[in-house]
């Protein structure tokens, strides 16, 4: 009798939503921030509202990410300086 090798943890796959302005952004008393925004499934129709609330110590890691996710974007988009007459 032959054993599984160890796949790891099982991991659903992810729902991806199309999350449109306008955004609401707040923060609740014990810092935790909060994001909601509205969705119309059907255009014209009716919006729905969501939102998220991101505990207190994830918004560091947010604000940290963010941080270098901002460095990377300039280093992705930055233009090589022009060759001068040397």
Do not use: C
């Given at each position: ?44 129709g009716p ?40």
């Open positions: 009798m032959s054993e599984e090798p160890n796949r790891g943890p099982l991991v659903a796959p992810t729902t991806w939503w199309d999350a449109q302005a306008p955004f609401a952004y707040g923060l609740t008393q014990e810092g935790a921030l909060t994001v909601q925004w509205s969705y119309a499934p059907i255009p014209g919006q729905l509202r969501f939102g998220i609330v991101l505990p207190a110590e994830e918004v560091k890691i947010l604000r940290q990410a963010l941080q270098v996710l901002g460095t990377t974007q300039e280093t992705l988009t930055a233009k090589r300086p022009a060759q001068g007459a040397h």
